[in-house]
């Protein structure tokens, strides 16, 4: 199915027509110029103009050109200074110097207004020429320089009113956040301004915020004002083509530096787009971006959001003006060439930017292109139905009557039907292709010609595609790409989009963000999958089956334990429904039932799926796996205990995890296997198996000489003995006692109580004594210790 572009109708009231072509001719830069005559650009080196940014030219209804100027001085169309044609008060510098406004229902009047640079003291003046002076060439009459605000920023548009023949001029005051907007109808200037205080206040000189495009809407709707430097920033806002209102400012301030940042602007021929250009200075280097906003949806996060970069290049990259033929064109400061936006209505990469697309034929781009009226350029699409086989319309407005009117559709193989004069024909083109279409209006006595260039795009085909059927649990995500044939998915001509109604997928609304990860799908639910042209005016919508089955919703994996050679049961864990709503599978035994007896260790795997009977149109191998790990564990086996002082470190190993204590059974066990600061003795150490299978238990002593002893009789250190020896603990060592000359005094023996102190039965006066004691393990130990009486 074909989509049907948006209407724009071609203007005639009053002087649309004739406007189009006073946009023919531009002069900018050092030296450059183009003209749009012939229906697109071609390079025109006789222009005198040297510029560094403001810059504007006019031409006459048959895309004559008048005169230009760079807000300066005026050159006529001979491209010599116009009579009284210098001393004007803007300046080269001045973002946009200069703009020229015919005055309304006159052939020879025309108004010059200029921006000061820099919010300079002659801020916003208008001058008057006279077409008619100098023989023809133009004069600047006696009304030059007539001051009607300031200081202003270095900005100025203009756009024609709601009656269709006057045009509000519109600027910004400096320090201030008032636009201000001058009627100039048959009457003259309106020096009355209409006020609009809204928006941001535009200050700060050395933040140099009075640098930035203006810009007006094609369908007169909406202004862009442009802010660069310190605080930059682009603001929108509603213009009111009838009282020359400004309201409902949107600021989009996503830019990448504050040395220079956003300067020139445009919107799209349908209004729907605005581009902007941003420079980003890096010490020497300049890089340059243009970004691409989508305002259907108006409001600020929605439209900051649609941030599309079209392109990025090292250099300036200053004004963007749109040209009779529809398309953009963008200002390379140092660059003999300009590039273009092809298509500005489209978005993303469909509009079609390229950077050297214009030759200016040795001539050198600054940073400025020459503004125009901004509403002449509402008419730049005349045509819908464009895809092959269709039958292409063209239409004109009948509110101005026109004597006739000739249509070459440039589709010489469709022979006597290449040509048509009726008002609003229509025309099956001969293939697919880019035709340039040529109307002849004859009106007053005068002939008008304008171009445009109609594509002829092949229609998308509809596709056959086979249902999705498969399973998904409730958290996973189905890829709706994966069911487009590979030929489809890789033509770079065609644009996929995915969607839930019909009704969308025929507006192109609400499409499918994320279509590889598609949420929640339903089973027998209709996606509509929709292909466009690389143009966007043909499109096709397919659709697609889904046939889904639940995967159940099952616990997660499980870890148990059995004892060694002992046996446990497992099963299939809590579910959300009754267990006869499931099937299961037990896969190392083939078993169907929820729960299993096991006895060894290893991996148990159980598919578990929905029974027939749940899922009538049920889908092979749609089940949920679930895997409990069963472990083998048992007692520790204790290997030894390592002292070292009064520290025990003790090895264990098995097939558990094990934790230990020491003394008491009963203790808190901990994870370390190392205990410290234990008492001299004999202690008992506990190993237990974390699985509960079992506590095993060895013991061990802290061997330590007592520094003295007090044989008093008192039972109270009466005795001198080694602690943690005995019968069963190091009972072969041996224990030596000396006095303090080294004469061996007496041998205890491990198992007795110790030295009491008496040698023969005769007490043994206090006194330091040594001792040796030779362990059986062979550890040495040499000391002594004080008999205290």
Not at 632 to 659: C, P, V
Request: aromatic fraction near 10%; include cysteine.
């Amino acid at each position: 199915m074909s989509k049907k572009t948006i209407l724009i109708i071609l203007l005639l009231v009053s002087q649309a027509v004739i406007a189009q072509n006073q946009t023919a001719n531009w002069f900018f830069g050092d030296y450059a110029g183009l003209s749009f005559n012939a229906g697109f650009p071609n390079p025109n080196t006789d222009g005198q103009l040297i510029t560094f940014e403001g810059c504007s030219t006019i031409s006459n209804k048959q895309g004559e050109l008048l005169f230009y100027t760079d807000g300066v001085t005026v050159w006529n169309k001979n491209h010599t200074i116009m009579q009284n044609g210098d001393g004007l008060t803007g300046d080269n510098s001045s973002t946009q110097s200069a703009i020229i406004i015919p005055k309304p229902n006159s052939t020879d009047i025309y108004y010059i207004f200029t921006a000061d640079a820099r919010a300079g003291e002659d801020g916003l003046r208008y001058s008057e020429v006279d077409i008619n002076g100098d023989s023809g060439l133009g004069a600047i009459t006696q009304n030059k320089n007539i001051l009607l605000t300031t200081p202003i920023a270095e900005k100025i548009t203009a756009v024609e009113s709601a009656d269709g023949e006057s045009i509000w001029v519109i600027s910004h005051k400096w320090n201030s956040n008032e636009f201000v907007a001058y009627l100039v109808s048959d009457t003259g200037v309106n020096t009355t301004p209409v006020i609009s205080a809204v928006g941001s206040v535009h200050d700060n000189e050395v933040g140099n915020n009075f640098i930035g495009y203006l810009k007006a809407s094609p369908n007169r709707a909406k202004i862009a004002c442009i802010k660069s430097y310190t605080n930059n920033e682009t603001q929108i806002f509603d213009f009111n083509a009838a009282t020359g209102v400004l309201s409902n400012p949107i600021t989009i301030n996503n830019y990448s530096s504050e040395i220079f940042g956003p300067y020139g602007c445009e919107f799209s021929p349908d209004s729907k787009l605005l581009y902007v250009s941003e420079i980003i200075r890096y010490e020497t280097l300049y890089v340059s971006k243009i970004h691409q906003y989508d305002l259907t949806t108006y409001n600020q996060q929605a439209i900051i959001n649609s941030d599309i970069i079209i392109n990025q290049e090292e250099g300036s990259l200053g004004a963007l003006q749109q040209a009779l033929d529809g398309r953009i064109y963008i200002a390379k400061s140092g660059s003999s060439q300009i590039g273009v936006i092809k298509n500005p209505n489209e978005i993303g990469a469909n509009c079609n930017y390229e950077s050297n697309a214009i030759s200016l034929n040795g001539r050198n781009s600054r940073l400025g292109l020459p503004p125009f009226v901004q509403s002449y350029f509402f008419a730049t699409n005349i045509f819908e139905n464009t895809c092959y086989g269709d039958n292409t319309s063209f239409s004109i407005d009948t509110s101005t009557i026109i004597d006739s009117i000739s249509w070459d559709f440039g589709d010489i193989a469709s022979g006597t039907n290449n040509t048509s004069q009726n008002l609003n024909p229509t025309h099956v083109f001969t293939s697919p292709g880019s035709y340039e279409v040529t109307i002849s209006i004859q009106t007053q006595g005068e002939t008008q010609l304008f171009y445009r260039t109609v594509i002829i795009s092949q229609r998308p085909p509809v596709l056959d595609l086979d249902p999705i059927s498969t399973c998904i649990s409730n958290n996973n995500t189905l890829n709706l790409v994966n069911s487009i044939p590979d030929d489809i998915i890789n033509n770079s001509n065609f644009i996929i989009s995915f969607y839930n109604t019909i009704e969308d997928a025929n507006n192109r609304e609400n499409s499918i963000t994320s279509p590889t990860e598609y949420n929640s799908p339903q089973n027998n639910e209709i996606i509509y999958i929709r292909l466009d042209n690389i143009n966007g005016d043909c499109s096709s919508i397919s659709e697609l089956e889904l046939n889904i089955v639940d995967i159940p919703v099952v616990e997660a994996n499980q870890s148990v334990f059995i004892c060694e050679n002992e046996t446990t049961t497992i099963d299939v864990g809590n579910l959300p429904l009754p267990l006869n709503n499931y099937s299961f599978l037990w896969l190392h035994s083939n078993e169907t039932t929820s729960q299993i007896q096991v006895n060894q260790e290893g991996i148990y795997t159980v598919h578990i799926s929905y029974a027939s009977s749940q899922t009538p149109q049920n889908i092979n191998n749609c089940f949920a796996e679930r895997n409990v790990q069963v472990s083998e564990s048992n007692a520790a086996t204790i290997l030894n205990i390592e002292i070292t002082g009064t520290t025990a470190t003790i090895y264990a190993e098995g097939l558990g995890a094990y934790e230990y204590t020491i003394d008491n059974i009963n203790n808190s066990y901990q994870n370390s296997n190392v205990f410290t600061n234990i008492t001299p003795g004999v202690h008992t150490a506990y190993v237990r198996d974390i699985n509960n299978c079992g506590i095993s238990e060895a013991k061990f002593s802290i061997i330590d000489f007592p520094s003295f002893f007090t044989p008093n009789g008192d039972t109270i250190n009466d005795f001198w003995q080694v602690k943690g020896i005995s019968n069963l603990f190091q009972p072969n060592s041996k224990i030596f006692i000396f006095n303090r000359f080294g004469r061996l005094i007496t041998q205890i023996k491990p198992s007795s109580k110790g030295w009491d102190g008496t040698v023969n039965g005769i007490p043994l006066p206090q006194s330091d004594y040594w001792f040796s004691v030779t362990l059986q393990d062979g550890r040495v130990y040499k000391n002594h210790f004080t008999l205290k009486r």
